[in-house]
């Protein structure tokens, strides 16, 4: 079997003992299954000159190589230009986008740096998988150095429409790097049309099949692979958890209110203030609901040096206190708000415990927490899910309210519905969303990239199809 190195920006070292993000979670079981070399940024940010070989740990059939970044490399490639030029740009929110040449540079020469020191640590039958954003040019750099082996590249956010790429000086050169992988994948058909146009009109690509383009004579393949979670194994943390301590006291504070969860990292692009905003509505409309609902929002604060993330920070503070002070009692406060991070177990009991689950990003690649509070939930006496149109889940979760989350109208409404709906449909709801990711896993969204990965690269397959 081939090895397979991943590669990502964060890399979860066993030795760091951070929580895990969305992408690491995904790629964990896959690792720790299949083992390999995953490679990327140590986390850490070194005082002087960084060393060009990387540091290696290993944990079971896993070794870690890592690099540190400068300040100045932070500040410009993962801050300014990653968190405060793609990421709003590639969820279609440019207007939020701040862009210098001088961060576009730092972010090109930290992917070449990343490919330098990956380089000597490949062997010729590896696989290599790139992951999200930050690593849009690694494909080009590791070419460039004469690495001949499969990449395949996944980008977990979505991917932006070519008039709104536009806004961003230089992105042609981020999609025509891109291109020299051998296969990309996408979270759904829509990153993947927008992605195949770009590349046409931004790259002179020419679409060969729904799922080929062909680039200077190269045949890329694009795939869509939606991550999955570990359905199974989350909810019997759930049902776990929700006779924990923590749970319990919860569950005793809210002396039988019913609870609006949201879990969300405190991001713009999350629809935080429109989901204040919808939840107020509610309150206003109904007022036979106050007293009877408490929301929870937990949203750990997130890269807090970016200038929007920092924004966005003072005006949910502003908006969540004027909710509580204009619609609050002297015995009933309506939001709760947590700004810190909660550990997953707690997070799941909590799922597990909310009438509920609020997910109304603006626009996300796929969104895992929907798919976890589904699988939190007691099939016997489930609760709801509202979900943004807007979320990549919302594609296989139809089952869910599904709501434009600029509407606060309507988000109150499909609260109002949610929380009154009858335990038949609250059932039957739950059961059709259950079996739309009961069956996958990351595992196999996993496996099911590589062999993709295989078969593209697979030299009689390619001798058959020219
Ligand atoms: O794909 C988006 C993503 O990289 C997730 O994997 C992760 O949960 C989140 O962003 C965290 O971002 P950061 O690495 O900037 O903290």
């Known amino acids: 079997m081939n090895r397979l190195v991943v590669v990502s920006n964060r890399v979860p070292l066993p030795s760091s003992g951070q929580q895990a993000g969305g992408l690491a979670v995904a790629l964990d079981g896959l690792m720790e299954k299949r083992g390999g ?85 490949l062997r010729p039958s590896d696989l290599i998988w790139v992951h999200d954003y930050h690593l849009l040019l690694l494909p080009a750099a590791l070419r460039a150095r004469g690495v001949k082996n499969p990449i395949g590249f996944f980008l977990h956010i979505p991917f932006a429409s070519p008039d709104v790429l536009g806004a961003a000086p230089e992105v042609a050169g981020l999609v025509r ?104 509505r509610l309150l206003e409309k109904h007022e036979d609901l106050r007293r009877r609902v408490t929301m929870l929002q937990i949203a750990p604060v997130s890269r807090k040096d970016v200038g929007s993330y920092q924004k966005l920070r003072g005006t949910l503070d502003h908006d969540a206190g004027e909710l509580n002070a204009d619609l609050g009692e002297a015995d009933w406060v309506p939001l709760r708000m947590i700004s810190r991070a909660t550990v997953r177990p707690a997070v799941a009991g909590y799922m597990r415990l909310a009438r509920v689950g609020l997910v109304t990003p603006l626009r996300d690649g796929m969104n895992l927490v929907a798919k976890e509070y589904v699988a939190a939930q007691n099939p016997q006496d489930p609760g709801v899910l509202v979900l943004s149109r807007f979320a990549g889940a919302a594609r296989q979760m139809d089952a869910a309210l599904l709501v434009n989350p600029h509407d606060a109208d309507a988000m109150a409404d499909a609260l109002d519905t949610a929380l009154r709906m009858d335990l038949a449909e609250r059932q039957a709801r739950w059961r059709a969303l259950w079996a739309a990711i009961e069956h996958r896993s990351p595992v196999i969204w996993g496996r099911s990239f590589v062999a993709t990965l295989l078969r593209a690269t697979d030299p009689e397959a390619r001798a058959r199809r020219t």
């Not at 290696?56 to 059939?61: D, H, I, K, L, T």
């Not at 801050?79 to 730092?106: C, I, K, Y």
């Not at 996408?186 to 680039?215: K, P």
């Open 177 to 280: 790097d891109l291109l020299a992988a051998d296969l990309i994948g996408f979270q759904t058909d829509n990153d993947m049309a927008n992605f195949a146009a770009a590349a046409q009109c931004l790259a002179g690509a020419v679409r060969v099949s729904s799922s080929a383009l062909m680039v200077s004579g190269r045949r890329v393949r694009l795939g869509v692979f939606p991550v999955e979670i570990e359905a199974h194994a989350f909810a019997r943390m759930a049902a776990e958890m929700e006779r924990a301590e923590g749970c319990e006291r919860l569950r005793r504070s809210l002396q039988g209110q019913r609870l609006i969860l949201g879990i969300d990292r405190l991001d713009p692009t999350k629809g935080l203030i429109q989901r204040l905003a919808g939840y107020r």
């Open 37 to 121: 070399l995953w490679f990327g940024w140590s986390g850490s940010i070194s005082d002087g000159p960084t060393a060009a070989l990387a540091r290696v740990e290993s944990a079971g059939a896993v070794d870690y190589a890592t690099v540190d970044l400068t300040q100045e490399e932070h500040d410009r490639y993962y801050n300014n230009f990653s968190n405060g030029v793609l990421w709003p740009l590639l969820h279609t929110m440019p207007e939020l986008m701040r862009f210098d040449r001088r961060d576009a540079r730092v972010y090109q020469d930290v992917n070449s740096r990343l490919a330098a020191s990956l380089q000597p640590l």
